[in-house]
């Protein structure tokens, strides 16, 4: 199967940890499995695993200070800064930590070094372990606005701890920035969507932004036997794989409520689940064919 399986949604709500933990959990039975919940403004993926603390750390984002007996106001550092969050005010150098994306452009740039890069708090990584099933989620710190630096240091966290297990990643919902950084390499992103007019269009949005960076997605439709068949049809049309339909039973909503596996209690859902497995396995036979085809192209190029 891919290495790195990203789960997403175009909105909250679809089922999308839901998923995530099941699958994460139906597969640590037979192989070692890494799960990180990169929704890192609401993670609760930990309300279903658990597990013991292997490790827990403060996680910190770099952003300049301004030294006012270095600066000469030459205002490069506001000119360079794409998201404004350098500012002249008079002869005050103003820095806004809330806009600040770290890039280190106004830092670099000044020539009397007057903006040096300070660590500041940004949020926390817990690091779990559950038998075969290794938990990694990253809380935000209230007040903290940025996601993005978060989730890239818990996904180079995950990459270093992993030991080759494969990854499970619970993805923020939505099409925005934090999605993106959380989806982008993964070898295969399952989009998750129920059958009602508001999933049909955040699933539309949602595909039109894994496209941009992968062909490699498939739809699961969730609460499926609600609704109507508008996502089935698009799904057809569009020619985009369903891979599972996991049912709309009020058994899983009671079983979810109380922060169960709903697999291990309600066949149907494990019977999707071994879909959605057989489907990444021949996602990733058909991905190293098509990488083989490259090569031998490149190889055969004069």
Not at 201 to 214: G, K, P, R, S, Y
Not at 236 to 256: C, E, G, Q, T, W
Request: hydrophobic share 40%; glycine share 8%.
């Amino acid at each position: 199967m891919p290495v790195k399986v990203a789960i997403a949604s175009g909105k909250g709500g679809t089922g999308k940890t839901m998923l995530s933990v099941n699958l994460a959990g139906y597969l640590s039975m037979r192989q070692e499995v890494v799960l990180v919940d990169l929704d890192v403004e609401e993670p609760n993926a930990g309300l279903f695993v658990g597990g013991d603390i292997i490790r827990q750390e403060a996680r910190y984002k770099m952003i300049p200070e301004w030294i006012e007996e270095r600066c000469t106001l030459c205002d490069i550092c506001q000119r360079v800064c794409n998201f404004n969050a350098v500012i002249r005010i008079a002869g005050t150098i103003l820095v806004l930590p809330e806009l600040c994306h770290g890039c280190y452009a106004c830092s670099g740039l000044c020539p009397t070094d007057a903006l040096p890069m300070k660590k500041k708090k940004m949020g926390v990584l817990t690091h779990y372990r559950k038998g075969n099933l290794i938990f990694i989620e990253s809380r935000l710190d209230v007040g903290e606005e940025q996601a993005v630096e978060l989730i890239r240091q818990t996904k180079k966290y995950a990459e270093d701890n992993s030991r080759g297990a494969m990854q499970i990643f619970d993805s923020p919902p939505g099409t925005s920035c934090p999605v993106i950084e959380a989806t982008k390499d993964a070898g295969f992103v399952i989009l998750v969507t129920e059958p009602t007019p508001f999933g049909l269009h955040d699933l539309t949005l949602a595909v039109e932004t894994i496209q941009q960076f992968t062909r490699r997605f498939g739809v699961v439709v969730n609460r499926y036997g609600i609704g109507n068949d508008d996502v089935i049809n698009y799904c057809s049309s569009n020619h985009i794989p369903v891979i599972a339909r996991i049912p709309f039973d009020l058994k899983i909503a009671r079983l979810y409520s109380q922060g169960r596996m709903v697999y291990s209690e309600i066949p149907e859902v494990q019977h999707q689940l071994d879909g959605i497995i057989r489907y990444l396995d021949l996602a990733a036979k058909l991905a190293e064919e098509e990488q083989y085809k490259n090569n031998q192209k490149f190889q055969n190029s004069p």
